[in-house]
């Protein structure tokens, strides 16, 4: 009973101290970007990121000791903690040095930066699904249903005996209709756990941020050689 009322006075406290930060820094960049500091504005922004960020990576590290599930959509967390440590630490030293090259070379190196998480997004889904955990069924659609402006796919697909659902969502025109088979990947231990068959997909994010990555680097080049 203690321990409980312990913690949930360290849950308050914790609450209480992340709002009053969450107002002050807001407040601060209201003020200083009357004051036209955007120096210190872009900083208490990039705090923001961080933070924020942060708290992401923890959620979802967390999550991953529960259900031992890895989604490779979660590394694209990562690009907010990155942005929010640039966001802090590029104006404290363009601050410091005055060197004009700094803001764009620090601007143009985004555009690597998130081509390589792109890509390790889709490296990790590809190895996932390879991975000796998931195996290779065939599920089949039972229901496409009109959702908003796209559709809702409910897929049906036996595992070990037993029958499972899974939705997935669909923008614009369905890829699949009632009958059709789905390629899908289920996780051997967790049945429920399970993955569309994207091999092509993946190749292709893999191809394209690879494009991108190639276009930010030949672009800091060029900033390095005119400066």
Do not use: C
């Not at 960049?29 to 708290?55: C, H, N, P, R, W």
């Amino acid at each position: 009973m203690k321990n409980d009322s312990l913690e949930k006075i360290k849950t308050n406290v914790a609450s209480f101290l992340f709002l009053a930060w969450f107002i002050i820094s807001l407040g601060l960049m209201i003020f200083f970007s009357e004051k036209d500091d955007g120096t210190l504005v872009t900083i208490i922004a990039g705090q923001y990121f961080l933070v924020f960020g942060l708290i992401g990576v923890k959620t979802k590290i967390d999550e991953f000791k529960l259900t031992k599930t890895l989604n490779s959509d979660d590394i694209m967390l990562l690009a907010f903690p990155i942005l929010g440590i640039g966001l802090i630490v590029i104006p404290i030293i363009y601050k410091l040095t005055g060197e004009e090259w700094i803001l764009p070379f620090a601007i143009a190196s985004v555009f690597p930066i998130m081509g390589l998480l792109s890509m390790f997004k889709y490296i990790i889904e590809m190895i996932i699904l390879k991975s000796k955990h998931y195996e290779y069924i065939d599920g089949q659609v039972f229901k496409t249903e009109k959702k908003g402006l796209g559709y809702e796919i409910s897929i049906k697909y036996a595992f070990n005996g037993k029958e499972y659902k899974y939705k997935i969502k669909d923008q614009g025109k369905p890829d699949y209709y009632e009958g059709d088979y789905v390629p899908l990947y289920v996780n051997k231990n967790k049945p429920k756990d399970v993955r569309l068959d994207m091999e092509k997909t993946n190749i292709i994010g893999i191809v394209l941020s690879s494009a991108f990555v190639l276009a930010g680097i030949a672009l800091l080049v060029y900033i390095a050689i005119s400066y």
